[in-house]
């Protein structure tokens, strides 16, 4: 029978990306696909879902921001000490015609560097907006530098790139020229408002969404859709736009751990 | 063609088919999810009486003879339940409510309630082995407690009333037959085995966040058989036969054992969520094959005479 216990593996190594957020490499021999998200697992504390940041040198690379007691667990291990994985799980982003926008906000950067990896190989037209709060908030940039792709970075506050919203530039550029594919992670509202842009542009968009998931795997419910019903963790967590509009808690609320619906700010 | 369409205490029933509580059954949007990948009914995530958010995880964790899980009851609340279980008549498909509690006055306070909402039918889980509180760690299965349960609930919800019991418990058939004279319309059998355990090797630490564990899958499926076919001696309701169902050869083994339906939970995860469907046509080709035309004529085949 099909089974899956979780494996323990030493950390390779760990770097800062940004104050309170940590890369922690995770010896990985298997395949991954853009867009795929491991449960880790800290013994004794939880087992949460995580974005694939990075995928070199037999390697799997996943980014964490130090807020709640699971994600503190993790951003303390050093190389050498051991986590747990289970997965990859999850559908993936598919690259659809030459000329592609990525558009990040927040750590959402981290689910969207694979992608920007592999258009690159391809070499499509690529173009990636990423937005945070501030200069240094935003993830990835050395890394971009090294990109063959055209890299548009705004903060709120104007610290670093341009003043304003990753949403403007999105409208911009579709407006400007023809976009064959978006794909798009970050806050939810931010997430629907490029569902509405492209939807409007008729440019098709993926779009990864984040749910309360416990098992990772299809089975517990937790991360089932209104009213679809369809799991994140399964048949996600990357969704066409279009269709994410059709759904009735997109951009309006998810669920906790107690099943509770909670409203977005 | 045979036939898989059965009444279940008044349940319209397309197939022999249940969701299983435990598996989706989160949301209303869980549900009509496996209802529309081809369960005949489905039972809801157990509620109880005061909002739960279940235990770390891994809530689930699975191994070469099955799956363990510990989810631990997490759900809304019996209170908080009204907007997602409040109007089911769309859902296209009977919807069980399962309800939890930690002794007679918390099931008092669910019959009540849950009397007021849109399901067709009502489960008592007193049978959880893994939740402090609740089930057999509670001592809720012995035939005083199941015949009380039973009782209050009945008297407070009009609803068919199915009674789901642990395999892991002495004198099953007591349980059962308690649970029939105090007014239970159905048994559910079993729940989980153990609970068990495994512990990860390289931290030393158990895998679920709850530390232990109900088994189903595969590993459960022999014991759930024996149970089925205990109870179907003893009682003359109907049996929901649940425990390790993965395939149609499966389900046609339950019936024979004296099971009425079937709950599905585990071999969602083994086979996907289209499971309800996959099941079913496998259950139609053996019928055929051996030449049966209708579900009653398999029930109870492997008894004596």
Request: charged share 20%; net charge neutral.
């Amino acid at each position: 029978m099909k089974h899956e216990l979780p494996k323990m593996l030493k950390i390779e190594r760990v770097i800062r990306e940004a104050e309170g957020v940590h890369t922690l490499f995770l010896p990985y021999a298997g395949e991954v696909k853009a867009g795929q998200f491991v449960m880790l697992w800290v013994p004794g504390v939880d087992a949460k879902p995580a974005g694939i940041s990075y995928h070199q040198d037999g390697c799997i690379g996943v980014t964490i921001s130090a807020v709640g007691a699971w994600s503190k667990e993790v951003c303390g291990k050093k190389s050498g000490d051991l986590l747990g994985l289970l997965g990859p799980y999850g559908n993936s982003f598919e690259l659809i015609g030459e000329n592609v926008v990525l558009v990040g906000g927040g750590y959402g950067a981290a689910t969207l560097m694979l992608l920007a990896e592999e258009a690159c190989r391809r070499s499509l037209k690529t173009t990636l907006i990423l937005g945070a709060r501030s200069e240094a908030a935003l993830l990835y940039r050395t890394r971009i530098k090294a990109m063959k792709l055209d890299a548009i970075f705004t903060t709120d506050d104007g610290s670093f790139g341009e003043k304003g919203f990753v949403t403007d530039i999105l409208q911009r550029k579709l407006q400007s020229e023809k976009v064959d594919g978006v794909y798009v992670c970050g806050p939810e509202i931010m997430e629907k408002r490029c569902a509405e842009i492209c939807l409007a542009a008729e440019v098709p968009s993926q779009i990864s969404l984040e749910r309360h998931m416990k098992c990772g795997f299809g089975v517990c419910g937790a991360c089932c859709i209104d009213h679809s019903g369809r799991r994140v963790c399964v048949e996600g967590t990357i969704f066409s736009g279009a269709d994410l509009l059709q759904t009735h808690e997109f951009g309006r609320y998810r669920r906790d751990s107690s099943a509770t619906k909670q409203p977005f700010a | 063609m045979a036939d898989l369409s059965l009444k279940l205490c008044g349940l319209k029933l397309e197939n022999p088919t249940i969701l299983a509580s435990g598996i989706m059954g989160t949301s209303r949007a869980s549900m009509t999810y496996a209802i529309k990948n081809g369960a005949a009914a489905v039972t809801t995530k157990s509620i109880s009486v005061e909002k739960r958010k279940g235990h770390p995880a891994p809530i689930i964790v699975t191994y070469a003879g099955g799956m363990l899980n510990s989810v631990g009851y997490s759900n809304p609340g019996i209170d908080n339940v009204a907007d997602e279980f409040g109007d089911l008549q769309n859902a296209g498909a009977p919807v069980i409510g399962s309800l939890t509690g930690r002794d007679e006055n918390d099931f008092a306070i669910l019959a009540e309630k849950a009397a007021a909402l849109d399901f067709e039918a009502i489960e008592i889980v007193l049978s959880c082995p893994h939740t402090p509180g609740y089930g057999t760690m509670a001592g809720l299965s012995t035939p005083e407690k199941t015949a009380a349960i039973t009782q209050i609930v009945k008297q407070r919800c009009k609803k068919p009333l199915f009674v789901k019991l642990s395999p892991n418990v002495m004198g099953l058939v007591e349980l059962a037959k308690a649970a029939e004279e105090a007014g239970a319309d159905a048994i559910t059998a079993v729940n989980t085995a153990g609970p068990g355990m495994i512990i990860d090797i390289k931290s030393r630490k158990p895998v679920l966040g709850g530390r232990i564990g109900g088994l189903s899958g595969d590993a459960l499926r022999p014991i759930a058989v024996r149970c089925v076919y205990d109870i179907y001696e003893a009682v003359s309701i109907p049996i929901i036969g649940t425990g390790g169902i993965i395939n149609g050869e499966h389900a046609a083994e339950m019936i024979m054992a004296g099971a009425t339906a079937l709950g599905i939970g585990s071999a969602v995860y083994y086979r996907g969520i289209d499971v309800f469907k996959k099941i079913c046509l496998e259950l139609e080709e053996f019928m055929e094959s051996e030449g049966i035309s209708s579900l009653a004529q398999m029930r109870g085949a492997a008894h004596e005479a």
